[in-house]
Nanobody, 115 residues
Framework: QVQLVESGGGLVQAGESLRLSCAASGIIFSIKSVGWYRQAPGKPRELIAW???????DYADSVRARFTISRDNAKNTVYLQMNSLKPEDSAAYYC?????????WGQGPQVPVSS
C-alpha cells in the first residue's frame, strides 16, 4: 500500500522560507516521476514542481527561481524548498506521482503566508 506523508507546513511571513518533506512508503520515488502540487481555497489543484526524466526538474512559472524540488533516494523522500514566499503562495501542498494518482493524495500541510 502506497502512502505519501507530507510535513513541514506552517504559518510564515512574506519573504520567509520553508521546506516541505514528502516521505514515501510502498513506492520507490527514485524510479518515478514525482512532483509537488498545491491547492489554494477555491482554486483547482496545480502542479508546481516536478522531476522529469532522469534528474531533470521543472517548475510552474509562478514558483520558478523561488522554489526548488530535490530528493533523497536513500530516505525515499522528496523535498520542496520554498524561498521568498508570497501571500499568493498560500495553499495546501501535496506530493504525488506524475500523472497524479488519486489514492496517493496525503493530508496536504497548509502553508499560510501573511503579508
Amino acid at each position: 500500500q502506497v502512502q505519501l506523508v507530507e510535513s513541514g507546513g506552517g504559518l510564515v511571513q512574506a519573504g520567509e522560507s520553508l521546506r516541505l518533506s514528502c516521505a514515501a512508503s510502498g513506492i520507490i520515488f527514485s524510479i518515478k516521476s514525482v512532483g509537488w502540487y498545491r491547492q489554494a481555497p477555491g482554486k483547482p489543484r496545480e502542479l508546481i514542481a516536478w522531476f522529469g526524466t532522469g534528474t531533470s526538474t521543472d517548475y510552474a512559472d509562478s514558483v520558478r527561481a523561488r522554489f526548488t524540488i530535490s530528493r533523497d533516494n536513500a530516505k525515499n523522500t522528496v523535498y520542496l524548498q520554498m524561498n521568498s514566499l508570497k501571500p499568493e503562495d498560500s495553499a495546501a501542498y501535496y506530493c504525488n506521482v506524475l500523472p497524479s494518482t488519486p489514492r496517493y493524495w496525503g493530508q496536504g500541510p497548509q502553508v499560510p503566508v501573511s503579508s
